[in-house]
């Protein structure tokens, strides 16, 4: 059954441009992974035999940031499939030059601000040693011409050694910006010719490809994680359902569950991330990262459950996700996700020598934590909004939600 849309104007529910809760999940996906990096940054400070049964319990957490990970991936298929989905001519608006335009207005500015920002603080550091005689040896970033230049061309997730070379998480930016030309070149012409389904599992087959054709120890096999395209084709696969006006299509997406699949799916998917070790987790991240999406998809369509009946009360789910708090960290969650590694290191060279791996954890969820979220909105509100209102202007009313 394809689930293309019909080539005419959206109504009522198949036109909304924007859904508020989707910025609710943003918010709280960076905020799960600036909490597991917090984490990830006590655990690394001391052997485990000398922390607290607390944190060796909270280090198990730590993957569930990569969790997280799937989830930007997934709403970034929906968002960037929205607008075209529901598109009477089904084509991007402005064509590929519009979009790449967009793309570009979007993520690239706070990009390198944040990579600007990642190099020099270190130098801040230094200089802070120096002149207040601080007991810290200043630390240098080993910025090297291959860790910058592929930086700059986010190409750095092709090669294990560039990864986490200087800002560790914008690993995901290159690999999502990488995707967004396979969208526009490869899946949209693919779900206009074979709809949503066919495409998804096209997605999966050319992200899952590499993974399987190169050899092992290959360093793009690894670090790419390619098998993400097959995680953005679900998110456009859940646009598509949304938009759709399909009979057949509506009354699917009524009936289902989803709030329980999605429950369920989360409660299967997610102990696995948090129990098995890093190194078998690693080996198997081209699988377990499709299941990881689908409880972000399913809560997405089940929250759209609701938006499409006015009359029944929101979940709390989709209250939480519509909260004042959600949708404030969400708005800036992109620079909060960008800056937050550079700045907790920084925070934790400053803590005072001596600290046990638990004293160190507390001072950076009571300290470093509400200082990165003040930090990372400042850095929104001077870098990330101005462009965001540029994108505005270039937009169509249709492609607000793409954010």
């Known amino acids: 059954m394809s689930i293309i849309p019909a080539a005419e104007p959206k109504t009522g529910f198949a036109a909304r441009a924007h859904f508020q809760f989707l910025d609710g999940i943003r918010g709280l996906a960076a905020l799960t992974v600036m909490c597991c990096h917090i984490i990830n940054i006590a655990y690394s400070a001391a052997p485990v035999s000398q922390m607290s049964p607390a944190l060796r319990g909270a280090s198990h957490l730590i993957q569930l940031g990569h969790c997280a990970v799937c989830a930007f991936i997934v709403l970034s298929g929906f968002c960037l499939m929205l607008p ?66 592929s930086h700059l061309l986010l190409v750095h997730n092709l090669r294990a050694d560039l990864l986490m070379a200087l800002d560790g998480p ?38 899952t490809a590499p993974y399987f054709v190169l050899p092992a120890n290959h360093n793009f096999a690894g670090s790419a994680c390619s098998w993400l395209l097959g995680l953005f084709a679900m998110g456009m696969l859940g646009a598509t359902m949304i938009r759709s ?4 299509v509506i009354s699917f997406r009524r009936r289902m569950h989803w709030g329980a699949i999605a429950a369920i799916s989360a409660v299967l998917i997610y102990p696995i991330y948090i129990f098995y070790p890093s190194a078998v987790l690693w080996r198997c991240y081209w699988l377990l990262d499709f299941f990881a999406g689908l409880p972000i998809l399913c809560l997405i369509l089940y929250c759209g459950q609701f938006e499409d009946n006015c009359e029944s009360k929101p979940s709390i789910a989709l209250r939480v996700l519509n909260s004042k708090a959600a949708q404030a960290v969400g708005a800036f969650s992109y620079s909060l996700y960008l800056i937050h590694v550079p700045l ?32 990372a909105y400042l850095f929104y509100l001077a870098v990330e909004r101005p462009f965001l209102r540029q994108n505005r202007r270039h937009r169509e009313p249709s492609m607000r939600s793409a954010l």
């Open 344 to 375: 907790l290191e920084q925070i934790d060279r400053f803590l005072p020598q001596g600290l046990s791996a638990d004293e160190r954890w507390g001072m950076l969820a009571a300290i470093g934590l509400p200082l990165v979220l003040a930090a």
């Open 170 to 207: 914008t690993w995901s930016v290159a690999t999502e910006w990488q995707i967004y030309f396979v969208f526009a070149l490869v899946l949209l012409p693919l779900w206009r010719r074979f709809g949503g389904l066919p495409t998804f599992f096209g997605a999966v087959l050319l992200g």
């Open 245 to 248: 006006e399909s009979a057949s």
């Open 84 to 149: 075209v989905a529901g598109a009477p001519a089904r084509q991007l608006a402005g064509g590929l030059k519009g979009f790449a335009a967009r793309r570009a207005r979007r993520i690239l500015p706070p990009y390198y601000a944040a990579l600007a920002l990642t190099i020099l603080l270190p130098a801040i550091h230094a200089t802070v040693v120096r002149l207040t005689n601080h007991q810290h040896e200043p630390f240098f970033l080993p910025v090297r011409a291959s860790n910058l230049i």
